[in-house]
């Protein structure tokens, strides 16, 4: 960037001039010579611009994939690697918008004579997700700081923070998915608890299927089926458009970070469950992860849920084209998933989307983070808005969980009570 | 990330701190009290007043406030000019004006440096770096006005001095453009 | 202004104030030039008004100029997500303050809070859509007399007007205000409704 004048000493000439007229008016010398002081000055105002920041920057993460909730230091290396005094540099690191610093700013004010290097260090706050550092201010002065200059300097690094999925997190998240959807009984025997036929036993088969009665009244080997349970197909959708990132505290954790919460939850009790579990967004960058299971489908999920961009903790650009969305979204939805859809409800959007979901045949449970509070007018207005959606979307038949400040499973517990009644 | 902990992280409100970084406040203070005290040696009316701009600039710096800072300056002039015009000898003159310009372009920085940086920033070198430089600049244009007037002792002074303002401000007007 | 002839102009006056200077560093020195070149007191104050003159232009030039610096923002901070009501927060201090689109928001406002009212009204009271609009339209519903002003679009009235002048209170942010609390008061009364029914069974 071009340098600029601050415009700081401005007036320092005509003051000047002031008292030396007065001196000279009033044949006072030490007026006049208290003047030279003066014209001193605006002549060293004069001297110089502001110099080009050219410096090698290096920044290292005290720890690069540490756990939400953890501090890591950074630690910037700034070297003048340019053949020009630095007097008045001062460096501002831009830290992702997500992170918070919690010790020391991320900035340093220094003097750096060529080849010579300074540090800085600070503390952030880890949250959920990939957080990239991108560029650097640097601001540089002439020693009068009459000028100014602007450079920024690009030096990526990158923080991964992947929460881990705690298995089996809750039983009592059984109630969200329905036994009467998706988990259905099937005609076909094999494992499973309830007696569905018996064949003849082939080598191989478990011992705990033979049928031991039979051996003993008839002495012939026969292999029990049972009949066999498919599991449910579950999607855990996600509603992260920019107007989702809403929080009750301007820095405290918002809906989408909530929501991915739930769904982290959610996916690791039902996972174990023996459910397929896929996750989807309703973002501008969209997420997809098809129903499956097993581990490579648990760790693939993991690092979406830690690092999607889809997902990501705070509100990215971009535009979502709904309708467009939506057909993609439902094309790919098998025809026999459940939907578990995590949306603040802040607007009436989402509201078409479980309702469409549910007119399509789909099972559809709301997880709602309430994000709304009784602080000021507007919030208030909101809040009976939110309400008013909920009440809808319960009298379409769709199940809501509203999630306030309680552990999800105690909302679960609360919102399944009321259904089964 | 799991669901049994409270589902809301804490909040932390706090912004920077941007108070003006210390070393330069208490420096400008410093020097904004000796001019006053410098001044004392010309002339009493001027100290008094020169007094009052040090506790404006006190305040100003303490509370971050730039213009209150200039504010504090300007008093500070306008006691020298007081005790110029009274006609306190120029060795004091051209004291009080060193420590007043120093005070008010330390003071300045400390508020400047204090927003761009905050107050808990490592700035000390930078602090120190811009206040040797401006130390240096007014030590010797103070030396340099010393000089002339030790010099143009038993001479016409009036007439060369008269010559350098004009030649002065001449060029500063050709500057300014 | 950056022609060949006046870049020359501005250089011969440059060099004259060299000159000078140069003149007077000489005087200073050597007693004889001093000597030769002894002013008139009428010369000195000529000087004198000439420098107060530019002086006063140029410290009242830079007394209006002010500070020109970069914006640095706060990267430290977390970005901040607004709060679910924040817009609306913020059409209510337009209304209030009565800025350019004040009468605009204000319009607006009204409509969403009337459509609130009617849902709410049809939601928890069980209301049909026609009885709940007319319940609003015929200033049955709700009972606060400013709140039902306000939905209603009527003037406030005078007692109402001339109290909001004596204490200076914004009519428009009580009105608000009571209208939200009225529409409140139909959620929480129909939840208390509820839980009493749940208890008694």
């Known amino acids: 960037m071009r340098s600029f004048a601050t415009k700081r000493w401005a007036g320092i000439e005509g003051l000047t001039l002031l008292v030396v007229a007065i001196g000279v008016l009033t044949t006072s010398s030490g007026l006049i010579l208290a003047g030279i002081i003066g014209f001193g000055y605006a002549a060293y105002t004069k001297l110089w611009d502001a110099p080009v920041a050219d410096v090698s920057i290096d920044r290292e993460l005290g720890d690069e994939a540490p756990a939400p909730g953890e501090t890591t230091g950074v630690t910037l290396t700034i070297t003048n690697t340019g053949s020009k005094w630095l007097s008045d540099l001062r460096v501002i690191d831009g830290v992702p918008p997500a992170l918070e610093t919690i010790d020391g700013p991320a900035r340093i004010g220094t003097s750096l004579r060529p080849g010579e290097t300074t540090t800085c260090h600070y503390t952030v706050s880890v949250v959920r997700g990939k957080h990239t550092w991108d560029s650097l201010r640097l601001i540089t002065r002439n020693p009068s700081g009459s000028r100014e200059r602007e450079t920024v300097c690009e030096v990526s690094t990158t923080l991964r923070c992947t929460p881990p999925l705690h298995a089996g997190a809750n039983l009592s998240l059984h109630g969200l998915t329905t036994p009467y959807s998706g988990r259905v009984t099937t005609d076909v025997g094999g494992y499973g608890i309830e007696f569905h036929s018996t064949r003849a036993y082939r080598s191989g088969d478990p011992l705990n299927r033979i049928d031991w009665n039979r051996r003993a009244r008839t002495g012939t080997l026969s292999t029990l089926n049972f009949r066999e349970e498919r599991a449910a197909t579950v999607i855990l959708l996600v509603d992260s458009r920019k107007e989702a990132y809403v929080a009750a505290e301007p820095t405290g954790r918002n809906a989408v970070e909530r929501s991915v919460d739930a769904v982290a939850t959610i996916f690791s009790s039902l996972i174990s469950n023996g459910d397929r579990v896929g996750i989807a967004t309703m973002s501008p960058t969209e997420c997809w992860i098809a129903p499956q299971s097993g581990k490579t489908h648990t760790a693939r999920v993991q690092e979406a849920l830690a690092t999607h961009p889809g997902l990501a903790p705070t509100a990215t650009e971009g535009t979502l084209y709904h309708t467009l969305w939506f057909n993609r979204f439902i094309r790919r939805l098998p025809a026999d998933a459940q939907v578990v859809f995590c949306s603040p409800f802040v607007d009436d959007r989402p509201i078409y989307t479980a309702r469409r979901l549910h007119a399509y045949g789909h099972l559809v449970t709301v997880i709602t983070p309430d994000e709304t509070t009784a602080d000021t007018i507007g919030d208030r207005i909101a809040a009976i808005e939110r309400q008013h959606r909920l009440q809808t979307l319960r009298g379409n038949g769709i199940r809501v969980v509203d999630w306030g400040d309680e552990p999800l499973p105690t909302a679960v517990m609360a919102a399944t009570q009321r259904w089964s009644q | ?177 | 202004m950056s022609t060949t002839a006046q870049r020359l102009s501005v250089g011969w006056v440059a060099v004259f104030g060299v000159l000078t200077i140069g003149v007077g560093f000489t005087a200073l020195l050597v007693a004889d030039v001093s000597e030769l070149l002894t002013l008139t007191g009428t010369f000195l104050t000529l000087v004198g008004l000439f420098a107060l003159v530019q002086g006063v232009r140029y410290t009242l030039s830079g007394k209006e100029t002010d500070r020109a610096h970069i914006t640095l923002g706060d990267p430290e901070q977390r970005k901040a997500a607004p709060s679910p009501g924040s817009a609306l927060t913020d059409d209510v201090a337009v209304i209030v303050a009565g800025g350019r689109s004040a009468a605009n928001r204000r319009r607006k406002l009204r409509t969403k809070l009337r459509a609130l009212a009617v849902q709410s009204l049809v939601a928890r009271r069980g209301l049909s859509e026609q009885n709940a609009l007319s319940k609003v339209d015929t200033r049955e519903w709700p009972t606060d007399r400013l709140a039902v002003t306000f939905l209603s679009n009527t003037p406030y009235p005078p007692r109402d007007r001339v109290r909001a002048v004596l204490f200076r209170q914004s009519l428009d942010r009580i009105a608000i205000d009571r209208t939200v609390t009225e529409i409140e008061t139909l959620w929480n009364e129909d939840e208390q409704q509820q839980l009493a029914d749940r208890r008694t069974k």
Request: net charge positive; glycine share 12%.
């Open chain 2, 1 to 177: 990330m799991s669901g049994e902990t409270t589902s809301r992280g804490q909040t932390r409100q706090e912004t920077i701190n941007r108070k003006p970084a210390a070393a330069s406040s208490y420096a400008a203070i410093f020097l904004s009290l000796l001019a006053a005290a410098v001044l004392v040696l010309g002339s009493l009316v001027g100290a008094t007043i020169a007094a009052v701009g040090a506790l404006i600039t006190t305040v100003s710096v303490y509370r971050g406030r730039q213009k209150g800072v200039t504010l504090g300056a300007l008093m500070t002039t306008g006691a020298i000019v007081a005790a110029g015009v009274l006609g306190a000898p120029p060795a004091p003159l051209l004291g009080a004006t060193g420590c007043a310009i120093l005070a008010w372009d330390i003071g300045s920085s400390a508020i400047d440096i204090g927003q761009t940086l905050g107050h808990n920033a490592d700035t000390a070198r930078l602090e120190a770096v811009r206040a040797a430089f401006s130390l240096f600049v007014t030590s010797t244009t103070a030396t340099v006005g010393y000089a002339i007037y030790v010099l143009a002792g038993d001479g016409q002074p009036m007439t060369a001095l008269v010559l350098l303002i004009l030649g002065a401000v001449i060029i500063i007007a050709v500057y300014r453009q």
